[in-house]
DNA sequence: GCTGCATGTATCGGCTCGATATATCGACAC
DNA sequence: GTGTCGATATATCGAGCCGATACATGCAGC
């Protein structure tokens, strides 16, 4: 029923809230800033999913704000156990997973809190999507006129070196062991407990 | 009025049509396959873009079948005086020239058919884009877990070898006189009229 | 002559974008 | 102090697009 791009939107709020609880405003920024690649989405977007999320108990809604102030309600969402179970059948892949350059950027965003046999899943899926690409272009890689073969050339090259870059990460996720220690960083600022504004 | 990606879809259409007439299906499967990067788009879109281009005078409808084949009409679009002025115009960037992937691989698609100002124009609107964000890659590019981070760091080299290719394109650009000459093919297979499937 | 696949046109529901409305807060100027 | 501006924050709406689907024909293979 769901989208894919609905998941993979649950998928990223999912992961931000797992360090601390967010109002949907500062979840966007992040979505924006910190996790890069992942296209803005707007808020007519965003908060109909928060809902969403809620009614399927993934998260709860939780009001910071005291009843003594005149300032408007702001929603902070925090994550629950079946939200966290939820993120982590979204890593693993789920049932149809997507390898595209958004899908895979926003998985590996979250590639530290995702199991290792499921990181060497998702690597190898990119992977196949990628050969897939490639030979996609090289068939055709004569047709187009000299300005479209200049763009074909270049792309097949980008493709190639992305491949090369690929196998080096495979590599290293075979050779480690489940948990990769040296390559592992906490200090992502996208988890830090974000600052709500206002004190009060 | 026309949002950004109707502009698009008007530019591959018209361009398309330059050369030969062509139907709907034909059309897709060349938005398809020659021009490549440019996403498949449905028909629920091509359709109504092709009746409004017929609306605003851009195109006519042309139809091949006899009168007495039990065929089901095919609906054939040629390319009007006006459509081909239009087509000038978006071709040199139009009001607000949109420089993101697909834009810029579309563009390429038609640079035989293009002005040689507006080719440099094109060109140099894609390298600003490039640098913004390789500027902004650049400026949290301490952000995020080492996962992330080497993503981010292989971006950065792909954005700039991108950079470093367009660089040579416009110098190949300046270089040349308005007409490349040595860099354009006629033979572009998109441009080959198509096979209308049966003869009748 | 049956089945499947490519050709070809068409429509519809649901989802998303982009714009817009509303409202509070902090900062800085005058 | 008070006026204005930009950031914070939630919400909604219209227009437009995707994906699925329906329908119909031609062709190839068996």
């Given at each position: 029923m769901a989208t894919k791009r609905q998941q993979l939107l649950d998928f990223a709020v999912l992961g931000l809230l797992h360090e601390a609880p967010m109002h949907g405003y500062e979840v966007r920024k992040r979505l924006d800033l910190?996790?890069?690649?992942?296209r803005a989405l707007s808020f007519g977007t965003l908060y109909p999913a928060l809902r969403g999320l809620v009614e399927e108990g993934y998260l709860v809604e939780r009001s910071t704000?005291?009843?003594?102030?005149?300032?408007r309600p702001r929603i902070v969402y925090e994550l629950t156990e079946h939200g966290r179970a939820r993120f982590g059948e979204l890593a693993g892949g789920g049932d149809d997973a997507a390898y595209d350059d958004e899908s895979f950027a926003l998985r590996l965003a979250f590639f530290a809190r995702t199991e290792g046999t499921a990181r060497l899943r998702i690597l190898q899926g990119r992977q196949a999507r990628l050969e897939e690409r490639l030979a996609a272009i090289r068939r055709d890689a004569?047709?187009?006129?000299s300005w479209s073969r200049l763009l074909t050339r270049h792309t097949e090259e980008s493709l190639v070196r992305d491949l090369r870059w690929l196998a080096e990460l495979i590599a290293a996720e075979r050779g480690s062991s489940s948990t990769p220690g040296t390559l592992?960083?906490?200090?992502h600022p996208a988890f830090q407990p974000p600052r709500l504004g206002a004190p009060n």
């Open positions: 910190a996790i890069g690649p992942f704000d005291g009843p003594n102030t005149s300032r004569a047709s187009g006129d592992t960083d906490p200090n």
